[in-house]
C-alpha cells in the first residue's frame, strides 16, 4: 500500500523568509496530492492541491511542485508570516478509485518574528 | 463555502460509558470519514461511509462503530469508553472533486 513520508519533522524560519517541506510517496499510482494547516486546536484545512498531470500550482504565498518521476511533491511558502506558525499534513491519493488518503506524519512550522 | 461541524469541542466521559460523537455536512457530500489523531501516530482512519447506511472499517476500528441514517450525519460510537480512546477525533467529508474537509475536531478525555 501507499506509503508517504514528510521532511522535516519541524522547521523554524525567521518571518519574511521561504519555507519548504518535502513529501515522498511510494505508490505511483497516486496521482492527487493535497495538503493542510492545522491550527493549534483546529482540524486541518486543505490549502492546497495538485494532480499529476500538472506540476506545479500557486496560491498567492503557496506554491506545490510535483516531480513524479521521483515521487515527490513539495509546499513552497514564501515571505512567511507569524500566522503561517502551524502543523502541516501532506497526503497522497488515487482520485476516482475510492482510495482513502495516505497522511505523511506532519511538519510543525514556526515562523519567528 | 464547506462546512463539517463535530458535536462538541471537548468531552469528558467515564470508562465504560457509550459515546456518541455526530459531524453534520452541509454539502451533500457523500463520502464521510472518522479519524483520531495522537501525537505522534499522526491521522489514523477509524471509518469511512461512502453512502447513506453504507459503512466501510478504516485502520484502526476496534472499539468503534458508526452510524449514517442520513447523507448529512456521520456519527461514530464508542460503546464502551476506554482510557486508550482519550484523543482528537476529526470528521471529514469528501468532494466529487476528491477534496477532503475537515471538521473542527472533538477532544474526548476518557477517565
Known amino acids: 500500500g501507499e506509503n508517504v513520508e514528510q521532511h522535516p519533522s519541524t522547521l523554524s524560519v525567521q518571518e519574511g523568509d521561504s519555507a519548504v517541506i518535502k513529501c515522498t510517496y511510494s505508490?505511483?499510482?497516486?496521482?492527487?496530492f493535497p495538503w493542510y494547516k492545522q491550527e493549534l486546536g483546529k482540524g486541518p484545512q486543505l490549502i492546497i492541491d495538485i494532480r499529476s498531470n500538472v506540476g506545479e500550482k500557486k496560491d498567492q504565498r503557496i506554491a506545490v511542485t510535483l516531480n513524479k518521476t521521483a515521487k515527490h511533491f513539495s509546499l513552497h511558502i514564501t515571505e512567511t508570516q507569524p500566522e503561517d506558525s502551524a502543523v502541516y499534513f501532506c497526503?497522497?491519493?488515487?482520485?476516482?478509485?475510492?482510495?482513502?488518503?495516505?497522511f505523511g506524519p506532519g511538519t510543525r512550522l514556526s515562523v519567528l518574528p | 463555502d464547506v462546512k463539517v461541524t463535530q458535536s462538541s469541542r471537548y468531552l469528558v466521559k467515564r470508562t465504560g460509558e457509550k459515546v456518541f460523537l455526530e459531524c453534520v455536512q452541509d454539502m451533500d457530500h457523500e463520502n464521510m470519514f472518522w479519524y483520531r489523531q495522537d501525537p505522534g501516530l499522526g491521522l489514523r482512519l477509524i471509518y469511512f461511509s461512502y453512502d447513506v447506511k453504507m459503512k466501510e472499517k478504516g485502520d484502526i476500528p476496534e472499539g468503534y462503530s458508526v452510524s449514517r441514517e442520513k447523507k448529512e450525519r456521520f456519527s461514530l460510537i464508542l460503546e464502551s469508553a476506554s482510557t486508550n480512546q482519550t484523543s482528537m477525533y476529526l470528521c471529514?467529508?469528501?468532494?466529487?472533486?476528491?477534496?477532503?474537509?475537515f471538521g473542527p475536531g472533538t477532544r474526548l478525555t476518557v477517565t
Open positions: 505508490d505511483s499510482a497516486s496521482n492527487y
Open positions: 471529514a467529508s469528501r468532494t466529487a472533486a476528491y477534496e477532503q474537509y
Open positions: 497526503a497522497a491519493s488515487i482520485e476516482n478509485y475510492g482510495q482513502n488518503f495516505v
